[in-house]
């Protein structure tokens, strides 16, 4: 087989893997632990401040037509009342196929107590999904300039009860699963995944906190992903942490809080599946100042 022909074929299957899974794969990241937009609009404002956060995920570096993921966020509270909103565009490439998802979110916060709060989220957006055939060297001249674009809504719900010190979360962020069929029309997907986080940070001693996470990736057709991590913040400046998702991959973490407002981070996800390589992921988040002599505490979650 000549290798322009491997690559064609490389290319379709990742197209078709893409059809199958993107509906399902909702851009979570390594990072999540800093941001947790994609995973629950409840987590909308979560900080008093603004944040926006900007992350690049490039999966299984090497393999031509491998999964990228671009994601761009913004969310902040309203500073007197008790609502918040956000904002979330995401890319997700594989093969000859992306999909652009857009979101807009919204919270509500009550008080259960001095230092707990219950956030309800929604959020309402769409996504564009588009094949390329161009981009895979295609030899067919049925294939040739031919070009697949396909648009729909979507809707999401989330609650998220939570302190300075401690959250727990359930995010359903696609409740309107939609995929398309290969005559190109459109249905619902009932496999809607369910997302549950949880953390808690203990101060250890003055310089080291303590971080557990738990992830936990639940859908309809009965699949399941854990993804257990733990990360010791140094100083209040530099964090690194471990993660172990079940069944995929390892990967260490970095993150460093260069001022008060930035923070930016590496991770290197390492897959259980040794014909596969790695993947690196990089995030920088800017928290904006609401008020003038405003302290900004760091992010731990």
Do not use: C
Request: aromatic residues 12%; without cysteine.
């Amino acid at each position: 087989m000549k290798r322009n022909s491997k690559i064609l074929l490389l290319l379709l299957l990742l197209s078709f893997f893409a059809k199958v899974s993107m509906s399902q794969n909702l851009g979570n990241n390594s990072q999540y632990i800093f941001n947790q937009l994609s995973l629950n609009p409840a987590y909308a404002g979560i900080h008093k401040s603004i944040q926006v956060d900007a992350n690049v995920r490039e999966q299984w570096v090497g393999l031509e037509g491998a999964p990228s993921t671009h994601q761009l966020s913004m969310h902040g509270a309203h500073l007197y009342k008790p609502i918040s909103f956000g904002m979330l565009l995401m890319k997700d490439r594989i093969g000859l196929t992306s999909v652009y998802d857009l979101r807009f979110s919204t919270a509500y916060r009550i008080h259960t107590s001095y230092n707990t709060q219950l956030s309800f989220g929604l959020q309402a957006g769409f996504f564009s999904h588009q094949i390329d055939y161009e981009q895979g060297d295609i030899t067919d001249p049925a294939l040739r300039n031919v070009n697949q674009n396909f648009f729909a809504p979507t809707i999401g719900a989330g609650i998220m009860w939570h302190s300075p010190r401690f959250y727990i979360g359930l995010g359903v962020p696609h409740l309107l699963m939609m995929e398309f069929t290969e005559d190109s029309e459109l249905s619902v997907d009932n496999s809607r995944q369910y997302y549950f986080t949880a953390g808690y940070v203990a101060k250890l001693n003055s310089q080291v906190y303590f971080k557990p996470n738990v992830l936990l990736k639940l859908t309809e057709s009965g699949q399941y992903q854990i993804d257990v991590n733990a990360t010791f913040l140094l100083n209040k400046k530099l964090w690194l942490g471990l993660s172990y998702s079940h069944q995929n991959s390892v990967s260490g973490l970095v993150s460093l809080r260069i001022t008060e407002q930035l923070q930016a981070g590496y991770s290197y996800d390492h897959p259980l599946e040794k014909s596969l390589n790695g993947s690196h992921e990089v995030q920088i988040s800017y928290r904006f100042k609401r008020r003038k002599f405003e302290r900004l505490s760091p992010i731990y979650f």
